[in-house]
């Protein structure tokens, strides 16, 4: 899982597996963001997951949300190497002023 | 065409000397405007916020100061740089409830 003083978590697994990347937030919360960034490059939002809804897909991505245990979880179905790149959760309220990012995760998808 | 602008690129800079970012939106009216920062392998760190022109937030203070002179411009400055303040700096818009889009950033090195 992702957050706090936790080092960058990396993940290698081949493609065409499943993945899944954990994400708790500390504070109170009504938005989980998860962007992915590319080496070099600014981070891009991938899927928006609001404390209303338990669980959000996008293409092969589906996040879930449980306010109950202030989780987020990101996963990636049938990974392809394209989805290398590292992952983080982000935590807002309904404004979204402040953003807090976790930690990161380093994902590797070998051929 | 680009909707976030940032410049520039990349810098090398030495340290005590000063610094400007800039940060331009095109085609967005009254976007909120953001400044992150992140260092090399770790995770993004909200430095400022702005809702309105002239109008600042703090988030953390790292010896840096942020303007906004114009709708479309954010500006993230200092008159002395600390070897502390390298990294990739990001710049992010989003109109109030959405998600941050980020730019592509400038990496800034100082020695």
């Known amino acids: 899982s992702q957050w706090g003083e936790e080092n960058l978590q990396a993940l290698s697994i081949q493609e065409g597996e499943d993945v899944t990347m954990n994400c708790s937030y500390k504070?109170?919360?009504?938005?989980v963001h998860w962007y992915r960034q590319d080496s070099g490059r600014g981070p891009a939002l991938i899927i928006l997951?609001?404390?209303?809804?338990r669980e959000k897909r996008s293409g092969r991505l589906r996040a879930t949300l449980d306010t109950s245990s202030q989780s987020s979880s990101l996963s990636i179905t049938a990974a392809q190497c394209e989805d290398t790149a590292v992952y983080f959760c982000?935590?807002?309220?309904?404004?979204?002023?402040?953003?807090?990012f976790g930690t990161g995760t380093s994902l590797l998808v070998d051929p | 065409a680009q909707t976030i602008h940032q410049w520039p690129v990349a810098e090398i800079k030495a340290v005590g000397s000063p610094l400007s970012l800039g940060c331009t939106i095109k085609?967005?009216?009254?976007?909120?405007l953001y400044w992150y920062w992140q260092a090399t392998g770790g995770t993004l760190q909200q430095l400022f916020y702005?809702?309105?022109?002239?109008?600042v937030e703090s988030v953390v203070q790292l010896n840096l100061s942020a303007s906004r002179p114009k709708d479309d411009q954010f500006i993230l400055s200092t008159e002395k740089l600390l070897l502390s303040h390298s990294g990739f700096y990001l710049c992010?818009?989003?109109?109030?409830?959405?998600?941050?889009?980020f730019g592509e950033g400038t990496r800034l090195s100082v020695l």
């Open positions: 982000a935590s807002s309220d309904n404004m979204g002023y402040k953003l807090t």
């Open positions: 504070t109170y919360t009504t938005v």
């Open positions: 997951i609001r404390s209303n809804e």
């Open positions: 085609g967005k009216s009254s976007p909120n």
């Open positions: 702005s809702i309105t022109v002239g109008q």
């Open positions: 992010a818009w989003s109109k109030t409830g959405e998600a941050p889009l």
